[in-house]
């Protein structure tokens, strides 16, 4: 079991984060949100529909800004950054896996897994042998040439954790990974993510099951866009 | 705003090659190949009708200049026009003697009218001439003309006093007659010549195919005319023409110029060229209508594309794309297609060309013009096509494009 290092920058860091939009009346979707995470945690983040953590997953994303309060990632101040700035924050820092798996039809799963490193300045050559070593790594080494088409809903999810890990980033922000799974990929694809933390992989979990939040090892429960509770864990065991 | 973040080691830039744009512009049309080739068609025929038509007009052009190099534009015509009194008026007896004097002048041929018609044999009423025309012609009359002979022999200084006629192309035709066999005879005025020789159509002078042509000597010995010539045909050095043109009408007449017509006979074939200019631009018109149409229908489809992969939008969003790395996306997705139209429908347009001239038996001309036009439109239309998609697609939040619902 990897423990947080404290050497490293912090992965993310929200300070006094609000984010509020616009209408009658103004929907505070985050209140005054203050958390930290640091580098080899794994971190589930808890939450009903409706708690704050879709507006949660954009800001640590740095896909939104915050109303108010500042956003740390890799120790650096987001503040200000323009879109050239904030995209190339994106495309080292942070690895992103989605609900739906948002793989690009029509492409090999290599292809896809390349993607994840296009927007970061490497070699067309060091793109694929880098994609093919994470297919590898995810256990999809039989798969390289397949179409999404042509693999499960559980193999498509982890072409898809390639993607976010080829870049090496600082931490994978995983919202719902396991919501269009049955419970047997869920549970397989569970272990993949548990053991990648093992390797040291920051790990940040948006789920609303219960089941799949267990599997971290800090859980923060979010309610009405504020934390409600955030509390470290004794791995397996959920603890309210 | 930006510059604080500038050169810093740990703040990294987000990148995509020149060659990674164009592949990932291709991408989009890669997945959806018939949509691809559907929304690329309209500019194909746009580019293809606009290079067959300048190809298919130069093509036609350098024919004609072809022809009118073969046939000379040195040549004038000159002949009796409209005077003052009523009635005929006619060149002056000496008028080809007084041609020959003028300097640059290296050929003088003369034809006269002949009155009477020209039948097949002497059974026909005289009212039925078919239109044929007799001329007494000189010697050097097709040499002037650069006529050639589809059968027979022209008139020798011989023959020109014997019962011999050479018909012209449309007078053979009328007569219905196509080859020379043997002593076939026909009757001009009303005296039985023999056929001697038939000619190719004369571009320069079209009215000597409606002509049986026979000596001066044998029209005056056989037909009792001795008129002297209606029409004098001119060759000058090129270099002079023009001002052998213009002292013509003097030096034919000098008492009455005004009744001395002067023509240039290659000028009819240029305003022949002219004319298909008209023809040309309506088709480079419509074929600029196709290519509007092309480029409202690849606009469409980019607006289309935009809206169907907002989530691809977004997912670049996240693994690092900047706005303008989305932009130029889309930008280079409507290049790629307006380009590969256009460029099919240069190479069609080029072949229809190449068709078209081989059965005309023309040169084949493709204007440089045309490709570089054809290519620089197809560029400049997928740009304007492409811009406002493009521009949507990059505007797209990436919260807003990652939306599933």
């Known amino acids: 079991m990897a423990l947080a290092d404290e050497s490293l920058p912090k992965a993310v860091e929200l300070k006094r984060v609000s984010k509020s939009y616009a209408g009658t009346p103004p929907v505070n979707a985050l209140s005054d949100v203050s958390i930290s995470v640091s580098r080899g945690e794994f971190l589930g983040i808890i939450g009903a529909s409706g708690s704050g953590k879709t507006t949660f997953l954009h800001i640590v994303g740095t896909l939104t800004n915050p109303t108010f309060g500042s956003v740390f990632i890799n120790g650096l101040d987001t503040a200000g950054m323009s879109d050239r700035v904030l995209a190339g924050m994106r495309s080292k820092y942070i690895g992103f896996v989605f609900q739906e798996y948002f793989l690009l039809q029509g492409f090999t799963a290599t292809e896809n897994v390349e993607n994840g490193l296009l927007y970061s300045g490497i070699s067309a050559s060091e793109r694929r042998d880098r994609s093919e070593a994470m297919l590898e790594r995810v256990g999809l080494s039989h798969r390289l040439t397949h179409l999404p088409n042509e693999m499960s809903g559980g193999e498509q999810q982890r072409v898809a954790i390639a993607r976010a890990l080829v870049h090496s980033p600082s931490f994978i922000l995983a919202d719902e990974p396991t919501g269009n799974l049955d419970s047997k990929n869920t549970e397989s694809l569970m272990e993949l993510l548990v053991s990648l933390n093992d390797e040291g992989t920051t790990m940040i979990l948006i789920t609303h099951d219960l089941d799949v939040a267990a599997m971290s090892k800090r859980q923060v429960t979010l309610r009405d866009g504020r934390i409600l509770s955030d509390s470290y864990v004794q791995q397996g065991s959920v603890n309210d | ?405």
């Open chain 2, 1 to 405: 705003m930006t510059d604080q973040f500038n050169n810093r080691p740990d703040i990294p830039v987000s990148h995509l090659g020149v060659l990674d744009i164009i592949r990932v512009g291709g991408s989009g049309l890669k997945t959806r190949r018939f949509r691809a080739v559907l929304s690329a068609i309209g500019i194909t025929i746009g580019i293809a009708t606009l290079v067959g038509i300048l190809g298919l007009s130069e093509s036609g052009s350098a024919d004609l200049i072809k022809e009118l190099d073969a046939l000379g534009t040195n040549l004038l015509t000159v002949q009796a026009g409209e005077g003052f009194q009523a009635g005929q008026v006619s060149l002056p007896a000496d008028a080809a003697s007084m041609i020959k004097r003028i300097d640059p002048v290296y050929e003088v041929a003369t034809i006269s009218r002949v009155s009477g018609g020209v039948f097949r044999n002497d059974l026909i009423e005289d009212g039925r001439t078919r239109g044929i025309t007799i001329f007494a012609g000189d010697l050097n009359l097709v040499k002037a003309q650069r006529g050639s002979l589809k059968a027979g022999a022209y008139l020798t200084d011989t023959t020109s006093e014997f019962p011999i006629v050479v018909l012209g192309a449309v007078a053979a035709e009328r007569l219905g007659i196509s080859e020379i066999l043997g002593d076939q005879k026909i009757v001009v005025g009303d005296t039985w010549f023999t056929v001697g020789g038939i000619l190719n159509p004369l571009h320069l002078a079209a009215d000597l195919d409606r002509g049986a042509i026979i000596g001066y000597g044998a029209a005056e010995k056989f037909l009792d005319h001795d008129d002297p010539a209606d029409v004098v045909y001119v060759r000058a050095y090129p270099e002079h023409v023009n001002d052998v043109r213009s002292v013509m009408a003097a030096t034919v007449n000098p008492q009455n110029p005004e009744e001395v017509q002067v023509s240039r006979a290659s000028d009819v074939l240029e305003a022949r060229a002219a004319a298909t200019t008209t023809f040309t631009s309506l088709f480079v018109g419509l074929g600029a209508v196709a290519l509007l149409v092309g480029g409202v229908g690849i606009a469409n489809v980019m607006v289309m594309a935009v809206i169907e992969r907002r989530n691809e939008i977004g997912l670049r969003r996240a693994l690092g794309a900047t706005r303008f790395h989305i932009a130029s996306q889309f930008l280079t997705e409507s290049l790629l297609l307006s380009t590969i139209g256009g460029v099919t429908g240069i190479l069609i347009g080029i072949l229809a060309t190449a068709v078209f001239t081989i059965i005309k038996d023309w040169i084949l001309v493709i204007p440089g013009y045309a490709i570089m036009g054809g290519i620089i439109s197809s560029i400049l239309i997928g740009g304007i096509a492409g811009f406002y998609p493009a521009l949507r697609a990059a505007n797209l939040s990436p919260t807003e494009a990652l939306r599933t619902k």
